[in-house]
């Protein structure tokens, strides 16, 4: 479906390359309260290339939709919704974001599935409070290190990208239930070297308790080959916490 709607959106871009204006009073208009009391500013499925600048005015949200757009750069004025705690930019046209948006210290879900991103800003680790991070449907071929310090994510969407390996940043999140690496040209032990296969099987995580010796003894010593190569490639990354 995801692909059926970035194909609508490209038909939609080819039409009416400047996209649609969006008024203050209309963005008013799409403001609406959740069931649970969170305002909740909701522009999707405006055909908007730009996100709209009279936006600023309406920081004070708490939740942020321009799904299924044509946006191609999110601002750096992204910043300014510091309360926003679900930021949802899925199907649009990204193909980077903004280091600002690590500033959201208040999010918790963010949702980039559909885009095109080859990379992210590390200022990603910055988000304390991230528990779902959505990927899926682009093309990243490796997460920044700085992943690795989002203790609080739970759920991370990594399908249909361009991952040859499990990225080992992963291995330090201690919280972590599920990570989706579907339909990823993952290279196994088996494959030669200049091949890949892709990815049907997901990968599982469990507690230490329900493994026998054996098995906890292996996992421990996967866990710190894994630990050493993210350690290895810490200095790289020049971000202070």
Not at 127 to 142: D, M, S, Y
Not at 166 to 171: D, E, F, G
Not at 172 to 187: F, G, M, T
């Amino acid at each position: 479906m995801l692909h059926g709607q970035a194909g609508m959106a490209k038909g939609k871009k080819s039409k009416q390359s400047k996209g649609k204006t969006i008024t203050l009073k209309m963005a008013q208009n799409c403001v609406e309260l959740t069931l649970d009391g969170k305002r909740r500013l909701d522009l999707s499925f405006k055909e908007l290339t730009t996100v709209p600048k009279c936006m600023q005015k309406l920081c004070d949200m708490d939740e942020l939709d321009l799904s299924r757009n044509l946006i191609g750069k999110i601002p750096d004025f992204i910043d300014c919704f510091i309360n926003v705690s679900v930021l949802d930019l899925h199907s649009n046209y990204l193909e980077q974001l903004p280091v600002t948006i690590g500033r959201l210290q208040n999010l918790q879900v963010l949702n980039l599935v559909n885009n095109r991103l080859t990379s992210l800003p590390s200022e990603l680790g910055l988000l304390k409070k991230l528990h779902t991070l959505n990927l899926g449907v682009n093309q990243l071929e490796a997460l920044p290190t700085s992943i690795a310090a989002l203790k609080e994510l739970r759920y991370i969407g990594l399908s249909d990208n361009r991952f040859t390996r499990v990225p080992v940043c992963l291995s330090r999140l201690n919280k972590l239930e599920k990570v989706n690496l579907d339909r990823n040209p993952i290279l196994t032990e088996q494959t030669p070297s200049h091949e890949s296969i892709m990815v049907t099987e997901r990968l599982y995580l469990v507690k230490e308790s329900f493994l026998c010796e054996d098995c906890l003894s292996k996992c421990q010593t996967e866990r710190k080959k894994m630990e050493d190569v993210v350690k290895s490639e810490e200095p790289s990354l020049g971000l202070t916490w």
